[in-house]
């Protein structure tokens, strides 16, 4: 049996280790696209390979066969800063292998062709490497207090850039989701060049669609594509909203 020393000196004991704090540092999972940049990780979008067998629900609504198109961005402030940029002059969607982002380039071959299955909203669209095919999605930069874009967010409306994601998703899945695949608006083929534009699912469940998207620097990163409801919702060091990004069938000559 313990005197009573012992168990007061136990009880003593036991009242501090229950008491102590562990500082706990902010999960990485948790950080948004824009911190972990800044803080040299990679961004938060596993690039796995398109399944086939895994996208049947989505490739099912496919009406012709699938067709190779370009994102080509046309600048609303043309003229203004960097002659011969994507931030004056019509610039192209590229896929930039080291940072896994979408970017905008001014020379044409380098422009990156994307394959569109399916027309209409809520689409998804892929981009091959090699072999395999991924879906282009919405990678969340900032979120402000909770993951919504929307115009009275607390903490800030929601912005994307655009990545390489793991396999389709469905609708349900997106909300609130920090990668978000079935986001695109696809015009008919017979309407292009039509303009793009996305769907993006908050966190309270709603929806946003826009056709807002952006070319901006941060990070040593620059022309980074993305799409907001406002440059500003980005926090970058610059940028230009594009009066279009639009689905064309081939490039310029």
């Keep these: 049996m313990y005197n009573l020393f012992t168990l007061l000196y136990i009880l003593v004991l036991s009242h501090l280790v229950s008491t102590v704090a562990i500082p706990v540092n902010e999960p990485i999972a948790k950080l948004s696209n824009a911190d972990r940049l800044k803080r040299g990780l990679p961004i938060a979008s596993p690039m ?11 490739l ?6 699938p067709q190779i198109a370009y994102l080509q961005g046309t600048p609303t402030e043309a ?9 004056e002059t019509t610039s192209y969607m590229y896929y930039d292998s080291a940072s896994g982002l979408f970017r905008l380039t001014t020379t044409t071959s380098m422009a990156s062709p994307v394959i569109v299955t399916t027309y209409g909203t809520q689409q998804l669209l892929y981009y091959q490497v090699g072999s395999s095919m991924y879906p282009i999605c919405a990678s969340t930069w900032k979120q402000g207090d909770a993951n919504n874009m929307e115009a009275d967010q607390s903490g800030g409306s929601a912005s994307f850039v655009l990545s390489l994601c793991p396999n389709p998703q469905t609708v349900a899945q997106a909300y609130g989701s920090n990668t978000q695949q079935p986001i695109w608006t696809i015009p008919p083929l017979n309407t292009w060049p039509a303009p793009a534009g996305f769907t993006y699912y908050n966190a309270d469940m709603t929806t946003t669609q826009a056709s807002s998207f952006f070319a901006f620097d941060e ?17 970058a060091n610059s940028y230009v909203p594009l009066m279009s990004l639009q689905f ?6």
């Design 219 to 235: 990070y040593a990163y620059t022309y980074l594509l993305g799409g907001a409801l406002s440059g500003s919702d980005f926090g």
């Design 60 to 65: 099912a609504k496919r009406s012709t066969a």
């Design 48 to 58: 796995v390979p398109f399944n086939a067998t895994r996208a049947q629900a989505a």
């Design 79 to 87: 003229g203004r800063k960097r002659a011969g940029t994507p931030y």
């Design 248 to 253: 064309i069938a081939q490039l310029p000559t």
